[in-house]
């Protein structure tokens, strides 16, 4: 008998608007399938494309170099302490791609998997969060670009870069909650699928990736951090450019209440909805 | 509940809310657009505002797919589902797999139940075949350690070896089927909830799924199992649920459940066994068996005068065919656009009476096009008194009067007169 078996039969009722008693286990009990959905996007994803490694380089190199030009020496913006202004830029870019492409991934995994939806019960949650699997990959790949960049220009990182998988699960926290919220949207109402890459391209702008969020006038700075990935960004600055680069704490002790409370937001919504979502799909 | 009783579904109805588009009218007037987009939008705005689904149209109805669905189902038991399409059974099962929500009532489960509603769900085409073997497995809820345990059978069954790192994208159809059914038949929960699937892949291929369904049924697990096929029905199942728009029409013993079911199904008109593509242009309008004459009635209006081939064959009370008759058997072709009336005697002294079904072609000598099929239209065939009253399956449909030759094993001492024994 395999492990399903073993596991004592309990009594499943299904009723309308049961709220599930076990949620939280039955999601352990899927983490199987989690990890192989997670590993079926990633290796879909490289899979006959020599061009899947070669984009995840490409792209975040040239919009450092478009950012760098435009923020650094058109407008002449200062940097983070004495770190030149592309290790700058790219260490603001790392935690804003993986920020944006698990928005964009997860938004649109459900429908992406509709002949699953329809056909096969399991926790819903699974399909966005395991679209947040490619997303870090490609940021591992970004990452190791960084190392190369900080070689390039002999630039050395501080000890706080220890608290760096700190601010990772943190960037994808802060998408988390959105991505949750857009994805149940997604399947409901389908022209939130155009809605994504707007946000996706106006957030670059928004949040501190081609500047540094010192910039800011003080007495915005505060108010600046209700944008959840202006904590993260800060933070990984903070771990990468070492003690040239302060934190501002009220600002992003608001960052993080505003990522706990999107992620709440996000997974109530996903909760009160995924049953239905094989009748809208 | 009561220890044995695993699946118990009280009061269960599922509600959809479907939109229809206004006919138009011939002469828009703006004034009417404007009225009715506001008062569409007013209704999607307000049901936005509610949480509920947004449906589009300009009139929207309430259509139960099922209403008030009490049953239960003791461990072990191999319960048939059946019903027409529409009827509800695809929106039950999905209830009892989780997919869907029901809009009332509840359903009690106990165990794990895993659910084949489609063969290979999840299988992606970039994978190899045995990437997906653990794929498809991890969907239907099979742990890693279970598909590795089973990868062999898996693989033996689906006959795939030599192309097992091969993605599946390259596969011909028959081994994508074989390798997803493979997958699907190693699965071992104690509630199995099958939709039609046994409907794919080739004759030798369904026989060998079928096997291993009652390999399962045969294990004490319990099985809910939905088809068409009323054979797989007879051979799979030991009670039987008939649905029908949305309610339970009975659960009995599935010989009783199936004369049943193919009763209801002789209400229906003659358009209801026509593939639709032939809807449009029926050249066989009414067939029926005429019990004077003992024959089959058939009425067909050409559609042009090109030479056309008919055949009729006839199956018994699980759709098996028990032998075909062709117009051409005789030499013979229409060649007229005028109806013809088609009387095809039976032989009916060596039918048992009881009911059988007819499909009815009509097509070009050649075989090349068809022009008009009718598959499994019911009938019922009556005779004078003839011994074993019905076409059970268990005397099958055929009957023929036998001249038993019986006399006693030593028969030399006074050979008796034949009549002594037998008449």
């Given at each position: 008998?395999?492990?399903?078996?073993?596991?004592?039969?309990?009594?499943?009722?299904?009723?309308?608007?049961?709220?599930?008693?076990?949620?939280?286990?039955?999601?352990?009990?899927?983490?199987?399938?989690?990890?192989?959905?997670?590993?079926?996007?990633?290796?879909?994803?490289?899979?006959?494309?020599?061009?899947?490694?070669?984009?995840?380089?490409?792209?975040?190199?040239?919009?450092?170099?478009?950012?760098?030009?435009?923020?650094?020496?058109?407008?002449?913006?200062?940097?983070?302490?004495?770190?030149?202004?592309?290790?700058?830029v790219?260490?603001?870019?790392?935690?804003?791609?993986?920020?944006?492409?698990?928005?964009?991934?997860?938004?649109?995994?459900?429908?992406?998997?509709?002949?699953?939806?329809?056909?096969?019960y399991?926790?819903?949650?699974?399909?966005?969060?395991?679209?947040?699997?490619?997303?870090?990959?490609?940021?591992?790949?970004?990452?190791?670009?960084?190392?190369?960049?900080?070689f390039?220009?002999?630039?050395?990182?501080?000890?706080?870069?220890?608290?760096?998988?700190?601010?990772?699960?943190?960037?994808?926290?802060?998408?988390?909650?959105?991505?949750?919220?857009?994805?149940?949207?997604?399947?409901k109402?389908?022209?939130?699928?155009?809605?994504?890459?707007?946000?996706?391209?106006?957030?670059?702008?928004?949040?501190?990736v081609?500047?540094?969020?010192?910039?800011?006038?003080?007495?915005?700075?505060?108010?600046?951090?209700?944008?959840?990935?202006?904590?993260?960004?800060?933070?990984?600055?903070?771990?990468?450019?070492?003690?040239?680069?302060?934190?501002?704490?009220?600002?992003?002790?608001?960052?993080?209440?505003?990522?706990?409370?999107?992620?709440?937001?996000?997974?109530?919504?996903f909760?009160?909805?995924?049953?239905?979502?094989?009748?809208?799909? | 509940m009561?220890?044995?009783?695993?699946?118990?579904?009280?009061?269960?109805?599922?509600?959809?809310?479907?939109?229809?588009?206004?006919?138009?009218?011939?002469?828009?007037?703006?004034?009417?657009?404007?009225?009715?987009?506001?008062?569409?939008?007013?209704?999607?705005?307000?049901?936005?505002?509610?949480?509920?689904?947004?449906?589009?149209?300009?009139?929207v109805?309430?259509?139960?797919?099922?209403?008030?669905?009490?049953?239960?189902?003791?461990?072990?038991?191999?319960?048939?589902?059946?019903?027409?399409?529409?009827?509800?059974?695809?929106?039950?099962?999905?209830?009892?797999?989780?997919?869907?929500?029901?809009?009332?009532?509840?359903?009690?489960?106990?165990?794990?139940?895993?659910?084949?509603?489609?063969v290979?769900?999840?299988?992606?085409?970039?994978?190899?075949?045995?990437?997906?073997?653990?794929?498809?497995?991890?969907?239907?809820?099979?742990?890693?350690?279970?598909?590795?345990?089973?990868?062999?059978e898996?693989?033996?069954?689906?006959?795939?070896?030599?192309?097992?790192?091969?993605?599946?994208?390259?596969?011909?159809?028959?081994?994508?089927?074989?390798l997803?059914?493979?997958?699907?038949?190693?699965?071992?929960?104690?509630?199995?909830?099958?939709?039609?699937?046994?409907?794919?892949?080739?004759?030798?291929?369904?026989?060998?799924?079928?096997?291993?369904?009652?390999d399962?049924?045969?294990?004490?697990?319990?099985?809910?199992?939905?088809?068409?096929?009323?054979?797989?029905?007879?051979?799979?199942?030991?009670?039987?649920?008939?649905?029908n728009a949305?309610?339970?029409?009975?659960?009995?013993?599935?010989?009783?459940?199936?004369?049943?079911?193919?009763?209801?199904?002789?209400?229906?008109?003659?358009?209801?066994?026509?593939?639709?593509?032939?809807?449009?242009?029926?050249?066989?309008?009414?067939?029926?068996?005429?019990?004077?004459?003992?024959?089959?009635?058939?009425?067909?209006?050409?559609?042009?005068?090109?030479?056309?081939?008919?055949?009729?064959?006839?199956?018994?009370?699980?759709?098996?065919?028990?032998?075909?008759?062709?117009?051409?058997?005789?030499?013979?072709?229409?060649?007229?656009?005028?109806?013809?009336?088609?009387?095809i005697p039976?032989?009916?002294?060596?039918?048992?009476?009881?009911?059988?079904?007819?499909?009815v072609?009509?097509?070009?000598?050649?075989?090349?096009?068809?022009?008009?099929?009718?598959?499994?239209?019911?009938?019922?065939?009556?005779?004078?008194?003839?011994?074993?009253?019905?076409?059970?399956?268990?005397?099958?449909?055929?009957?023929?009067?036998?001249?038993?030759?019986?006399?006693?094993?030593?028969?030399?001492?006074?050979?008796?007169?034949a009549?002594?024994?037998?008449?």
């Amino acid at each position: 008998m395999g492990t399903i078996l073993a596991a004592e039969p309990r009594e499943l009722i299904l009723e309308p608007g049961r709220a599930e008693k076990h949620y939280w286990h039955d999601i352990w009990a899927y983490h199987e399938l989690f990890a192989i959905l997670a590993w079926r996007d990633v290796s879909v994803r490289y899979k006959q494309t020599a061009i899947g490694i070669a984009w995840a380089v490409v792209q975040p190199l040239l919009t450092m170099i478009v950012l760098t030009i435009v923020f650094g020496r058109v407008a002449k913006l200062p940097t983070e302490g004495t770190a030149p202004y592309p290790i700058m830029v790219y260490a603001g870019m790392l935690p804003w791609f993986l920020f944006s492409s698990l928005l964009s991934g997860a938004s649109n995994s459900l429908v992406q998997n509709v002949n699953l939806i329809g056909k096969v019960y399991f926790p819903r949650i699974i399909v966005p969060t395991a679209a947040g699997a490619v997303a870090l990959v490609d940021f591992t790949v970004n990452f190791l670009l960084l190392g190369v960049l900080m070689f390039w220009f002999r630039f050395i990182p501080s000890w706080h870069v220890i608290f760096l998988p700190f601010f990772i699960i943190l960037a994808m926290l802060a998408s988390l909650g959105p991505a949750l919220f857009m994805t149940a949207m997604n399947v409901k109402y389908r022209d939130f699928r155009y809605i994504i890459p707007f946000v996706v391209q106006f957030g670059i702008y928004v949040s501190p990736v081609g500047f540094s969020s010192s910039v800011v006038p003080a007495k915005w700075r505060f108010w600046y951090s209700l944008n959840p990935v202006v904590g993260a960004i800060d933070g990984f600055r903070w771990c990468v450019l070492g003690g040239k680069s302060a934190l501002y704490m009220p600002g992003f002790l608001l960052s993080l209440c505003i990522v706990v409370l999107f992620l709440w937001l996000g997974i109530a919504y996903f909760r009160r909805t995924e049953k239905t979502f094989a009748d809208l799909i | 509940m009561a220890d044995d009783i695993v699946i118990r579904a009280e009061e269960l109805g599922k509600k959809y809310v479907i939109g229809h588009e206004a006919q138009r009218e011939r002469y828009v007037a703006l004034r009417d657009v404007i009225a009715r987009s506001a008062r569409n939008a007013w209704r999607m705005a307000a049901d936005m505002a509610k949480g509920r689904v947004v449906v589009p149209g300009d009139t929207v109805e309430e259509l139960w797919a099922l209403k008030g669905v009490s049953f239960e189902v003791k461990r072990g038991e191999v319960l048939g589902i059946i019903g027409r399409n529409g009827a509800g059974k695809s929106t039950l099962l999905k209830i009892l797999s989780r997919i869907t929500e029901p809009t009332e009532g509840r359903v009690t489960i106990k165990g794990r139940v895993a659910s084949l509603l489609e063969v290979g769900t999840g299988f992606h085409p970039e994978l190899t075949g045995r990437e997906n073997i653990y794929l498809n497995g991890a969907i239907l809820g099979m742990t890693r350690a279970e598909i590795k345990r089973k990868f062999d059978e898996i693989v033996a069954f689906a006959e795939i070896e030599k192309f097992l790192d091969t993605p599946v994208k390259r596969y011909s159809s028959g081994m994508y089927v074989r390798l997803a059914f493979a997958v699907a038949a190693h699965l071992e929960p104690e509630i199995l909830v099958v939709d039609e699937v046994l409907a794919v892949g080739d004759a030798e291929f369904q026989k060998k799924c079928l096997g291993k369904m009652q390999d399962i049924a045969g294990r004490g697990r319990t099985v809910l199992f939905v088809s068409h096929n009323i054979d797989a029905i007879e051979r799979l199942c030991t009670i039987c649920l008939t649905l029908n728009a949305g309610k339970i029409l009975g659960m009995q013993p599935v010989s009783d459940a199936v004369i049943k079911y193919i009763q209801s199904q002789e209400l229906l008109t003659l358009d209801a066994y026509r593939s639709a593509r032939y809807r449009r242009t029926a050249e066989i309008v009414s067939l029926e068996f005429e019990p004077t004459t003992q024959s089959v009635i058939l009425l067909v209006r050409p559609r042009d005068r090109q030479p056309r081939d008919l055949s009729v064959v006839l199956h018994d009370n699980r759709q098996s065919s028990l032998f075909a008759t062709h117009l051409t058997d005789m030499g013979d072709t229409l060649r007229t656009d005028n109806e013809v009336r088609i009387a095809i005697p039976l032989p009916v002294q060596n039918l048992r009476p009881g009911h059988y079904f007819m499909s009815v072609a009509s097509f070009d000598p050649t075989r090349t096009h068809f022009f008009d099929v009718l598959m499994h239209v019911p009938i019922q065939i009556t005779s004078q008194a003839m011994p074993l009253a019905s076409n059970d399956s268990r005397w099958g449909a055929l009957y023929f009067p036998l001249r038993w030759n019986v006399r006693p094993a030593r028969a030399l001492e006074r050979p008796p007169a034949a009549s002594q024994y037998c008449d």
